[in-house]
């Protein structure tokens, strides 16, 4: 069974304290990591997918890094409008998968305190 | 550009009774998955539909069922409903399978 599993459950930070989260994942065949960024109540809004080991993407604050076993989402001076839960996705490769199957960590809850 | 709707916002029923819910994909996708997310959980997958075709099934029973229709646009229906289906309700769509999924804002289900 596919699992993805995020740490830490919570995280709360200082506004200007950078600070990583982590997504380690076992799939059969990695097809693509994603992050997505969630506000209470409201649906997943897409980040960055990732692809292959060593890639990395940068979205103002958020810079995203994939190796074989995790990916780390990198906070770089975080501001109180960065609070939300961050979740990871991966999809698999696996014949046996549904293509484009989501598979979702249970994610990482981020308060940034001013 | 038109993103992911999803109608209702909210709804409450109560057990035994059955739930429809709509979802209008984005512009040009043909692609739609149904993920359900309980509080404090990620999204767990339903079903995913293409080109009105159901394409794969996550671990939920059959009385969780779908439609796709010719604009691509999708319903999910729940019979007999039960208290542990309260949840927030997800639609994404894609222009393909393996694509980039956006999602849409939800619609929150109380089973009372």
């Known amino acids: 069974e596919d699992q993805v599993t995020q740490s830490p459950e919570a995280l709360r930070l200082q506004e200007g304290e950078s600070s990583s989260l982590n997504c380690s994942y076992t799939?059969?065949?990695?097809?693509?990591l994603f992050w997505y960024r969630q506000d209470p109540g409201k649906g997943p809004e897409f980040l960055f997918t990732?692809?292959?080991a060593g890639e990395e993407k940068e979205k103002e604050r958020l810079k995203a890094t994939l190796t074989k076993k995790e990916s780390f989402l990198h906070i770089t001076a975080p501001k109180p409008e960065d609070s939300a839960t961050y979740l990871c996705a991966v999809q698999s490769a696996d014949r046996g998968s549904t293509l484009g199957r989501l598979y979702f960590g249970r994610g990482t809850q981020l308060t940034v305190w001013p | 550009e038109t993103g992911v709707t999803q109608s209702p916002t909210h709804l409450i029923k109560t057990r035994g009774q059955q739930v429809t819910l709509r979802c209008s994909s984005q512009?040009?996708?043909?692609?739609v998955s149904w993920y359900q997310q309980a509080l404090g959980q990620g999204p767990q997958f339903i079903f995913q539909y293409y080109r009105e075709e159901e394409n794969g099934r996550g671990n939920f029973p059959p009385r969780f069922s779908g439609l796709q229709f010719p604009n691509y646009s999708s319903e999910l229906n729940v019979n007999a409903l039960e208290l542990d289906d309260s949840a927030l309700y997800l639609c994404a769509s894609s222009l393909r399978g393996p694509d980039t999924q956006y999602f849409g804002p939800g619609t929150r289900l109380t089973v009372l």
């Open positions: 512009s040009g996708h043909n692609t």
């Open positions: 799939v059969s065949g990695l097809r693509g």
């Open positions: 990732l692809y292959s």
